[in-house]
């Protein structure tokens, strides 16, 4: 089924879809973002001191003037904010590139049907019923363009996924 929807794709076509592909990692990277970035938030709402022992992070924040567990809580939560934002920001971009993609993909190809139609001698158009005609241009196009944005939002849902596990399992393999 892939192979034959990659077949009927022209060259640009293809290289617009592989193109989408890069978007679909980083924001599924996005997403891992916005997600890990709870994990420390909430580590700091249940301890706010024990973030000033940590070696490195302590010394950090007394170098920044950081000294009040107050303010960084607040920082904190502007930074938590901030990443869920982006994140949002970049998934929401990125499924507005997919469904662009299929609504032109959808035009191109209903446009590409339609021309082959026009294009067989009239007697061939006279033998064919005209509604069967418009379902093929309309409907079948509209469910292969509809199966491509599925494919990529599942795509998407998969590399997150993928992406969420691995985090999950290199911050606590047990």
């Not at 567990?69 to 997919?98: C, D, E, F, H, I």
């Not at 021309?115 to 005609?133: G, V």
């Not at 292969?144 to 599925?150: A, N, W, Y």
Request: glycine content about 4%.
């Amino acid at each position: 089924m892939l192979k034959r929807v990659w077949q009927l794709l022209s060259d640009t076509e293809q290289r617009s879809l592989l193109r989408l592909v890069p978007l679909v990692i980083i924001a599924a990277m996005f997403e891992l973002i916005g997600v890990s970035a709870v994990i420390p938030f909430v580590t700091l709402l249940a301890d706010p001191d024990a973030v000033f022992a940590l070696p490195f992070v302590g010394r950090w924040l007394v170098a920044s003037a950081i000294e009040d567990p107050a303010t960084l809580l607040r920082l904190a939560g502007v930074g938590l904010a901030l990443a869920v934002l982006a994140t949002n920001a970049m998934v929401l971009l990125t499924r507005l590139w997919q469904f662009r993609f299929a609504a032109d993909l959808n035009n191109k190809m209903s446009t590409r049907l339609m021309r082959h139609y026009l294009s067989q001698p009239y007697e061939d158009n006279l033998t064919r019923n005209s509604a069967e005609l418009a379902n093929a241009v309309l409907e079948q196009v509209r469910r292969i363009t509809i199966g491509v944005g599925t494919g990529l939002s599942l795509l998407t849902s998969g590399v997150t996924i993928v992406a969420l596990l691995v985090f999950l399992v290199a911050l606590d393999p047990l």
